[in-house]
């Protein structure tokens, strides 16, 4: 019996100014998708301790409480210590000595993010337009420039930390079996992932417009 994913794609703090995915209409998506479990883009340390995230409003203000009040199971993707900081660490070095070495590539990177991300919340209307095929081609391409911009551990970082993520969904798919998943990750991560699970011949995926327009 297969198990089915729904692979939703978040903004983080942009949710709280946002009118057209506001943290209303995520919360909307979450109770039309009924999952049987959540798979969030914490660290288990995070669910613990429950803070009250900037950069991820969506949890605390959103994906924790109705999941309380609605007894959806959460399930930690970020990798737990030391893994998490390994990957962090190696990340951040890179950038810094390239910064140090080659800081015009810096500059171009940060120009092509500002000129993609003013493209995109031009084109965003709608919570299926974060996660539509378009969305998902752009931060791909965009991905494809990251790794041939910064080189190899760029590559690795993103390759190590995504491949995590999927790890602990196929996991979680297997314990619930022929059950429903949801997926809240960052919107940049949504193109790998489907990626990886379109042809898994243990799930079914759904996308988040039917869901939404159910």
């Known amino acids: 019996m297969k ?5 939703l794609a978040t903004l983080h703090q942009f949710h709280l100014k946002s009118k057209f995915y506001s943290l209303s209409h995520l919360r909307t998506i979450i109770e039309k998708a009924n999952p049987d479990v ?5 660290t288990a340390a995070d669910l613990r301790c429950k803070e009250d995230w900037t950069a ?32 962090v660490n190696m990340h951040e070095q890179m ?14 990177f940060n120009q092509y993010t500002e000129i993609l991300y003013d493209y995109l919340f031009t084109y965003w209307g709608s919570p299926t337009d974060v996660n539509s095929s ?27 930390w995504n491949t995590h993520f999927l790890n602990t969904i196929l996991e979680t798919a297997e314990e619930y079996e022929g059950k429903r998943i949801l997926v809240t990750v960052g ?28």
């Not at 198990?3 to 692979?7: K, L, Q």
């Open 134 to 160: 378009l969305t998902n081609t752009l931060f791909e391409l965009k991905h494809a420039f990251q790794n041939s911009l910064f080189g190899p551990i760029e590559k690795q970082c993103w390759e190590e």
């Open 3 to 7: 198990t089915t994913i729904v692979t």
């Open 38 to 42: 959540i798979c969030v883009e914490l």
């Open 187 to 214: 919107v940049e991560h949504v193109y790998w992932l489907k990626k990886h699970l379109k042809n898994n011949s243990r799930v079914r995926l759904v996308e988040v417009n039917e869901v939404f327009n159910e």
């Open 95 to 108: 950038l810094k000595k390239t910064e140090s070495e080659e800081p015009k590539k810096i500059e171009i």
């Open 56 to 87: 991820k409003s969506e949890y605390s203000k959103c994906i924790i409480p109705l999941s309380e009040k609605k007894g959806y199971n959460l399930v930690p993707m970020e990798p737990n210590e030391p893994k998490y900081s390994r990957i």
